[in-house]
């Protein structure tokens, strides 16, 4: 029920993440329209948005770090480094 799949082979057992959320495509915001640069906004996909933050800011030196705040409603976070 969480999305997580199991495969069984003898002694080996490998677990896979395959749950796949329903999320908004990268597109321009309607509310900030912008003439020169980018015309992607950010939607509510952790990784969609670090992905777009990656291809704008080409340094090996960019780091994320994920964490997960909250206890009720706990969601997942990236801070930039």
């Known amino acids: 029920m969480n999305g997580n799949c199991a495969l069984f082979d003898g002694d080996t057992t490998i677990v896979m993440d395959t749950k796949n959320y329903p999320n908004r495509s990268i597109e321009e915001p309607e509310t900030e329209k ?16 670090t992905g777009l933050i990656r291809r704008r ?4 030196e960019l780091c994320f770090h994920k964490e997960t705040i909250g206890t009720k409603n706990p969601i997942d ?5």
Do not use: C, P, Q, Y
């Not at 800011?57 to 090996?60: A, D, E, L, N, P």
């Open 34 to 49: 912008s003439v020169r640069g980018a015309k992607d906004g950010f939607n509510e996909s952790i990784l969609n948005n």
């Open 57 to 60: 800011i080409k340094s090996v």
């Open 77 to 81: 976070i990236a801070v930039l480094t």
